[in-house]
């Protein structure tokens, strides 16, 4: 459109209904657009909260173990690990050290080392073992065939409670409406009237 004054370009922007925005204010002479500006913040908005729901969150889940665990014990942290794992979240696996058991953190890293090998189906070591003052500490990440495949069960579950939303927020055919709603004008009703006599 070119160089407009700002009398004419606002008179532009009533003649066809929409508004005049500003979208390079430091720009010489300044940059205006003829928009719908609601529209145009209903629609960013969408796109934001689709960027929002695309996002991959990273959820890192903990599991603590004592280097004098019971096997059955075992087994259940492992249990916990394997579920976390196909759910696509990291796990940080903590051996907590008391007492004179500082003294032998080769049993705690044999147990890392233990629960890494029987894992690697389904995860990684992302970070080694390492001493952390009373603690040795050890994040497994699942692979990304795994993490793909969780977030494609996410997403179906996400999916169908949209679909069931939509089911049960759409009244049937022929419902009454509910208490404090009113009938659409058209539909069928019979009022009640009061003569004055």
Do not use: W
């Amino acid at each position: 459109m070119g160089i407009v004054p700002l009398e004419r370009a606002l008179q532009l922007a009533a003649d066809v209904d929409l508004d005049l925005v500003e979208v390079a204010p430091m720009a010489r002479p300044p940059v205006c657009k003829l928009m719908d500006f609601g529209k145009f913040k209903y629609e960013s908005a969408l796109k934001a909260r689709e960027a929002r729901r695309n996002q991959q969150q990273t959820v890192i889940k903990e599991m603590k173990l004592r280097p004098k665990i019971d096997p059955h014990d075992y087994e259940t942290k492992k249990g916990h690990v394997v579920r976390f794992l196909k759910a696509g979240d990291k796990v940080k696996v903590t051996i907590m050290f008391r007492g004179r058991e500082q003294s032998r953190p080769e049993l705690g890293y044999r147990l890392l080392r233990r629960l890494e090998s029987e894992i690697t189906e389904l995860g990684y070591v992302e970070a080694a073992p390492k001493q952390d003052g009373r603690n040795m500490i050890m994040v497994l990440a699942p692979h990304r065939a795994v993490k793909a495949s969780a977030v494609a069960a996410t997403a179906s579950r996400g999916a169908s409670r949209e679909r069931v939303a939509e089911e049960s927020a759409t009244p049937a055919a022929g419902a009454t409406p509910a208490a404090g709603e009113t009938a659409a004008a058209g539909e069928t009703g019979t009022t009640a009237e009061t003569s004055g006599q």
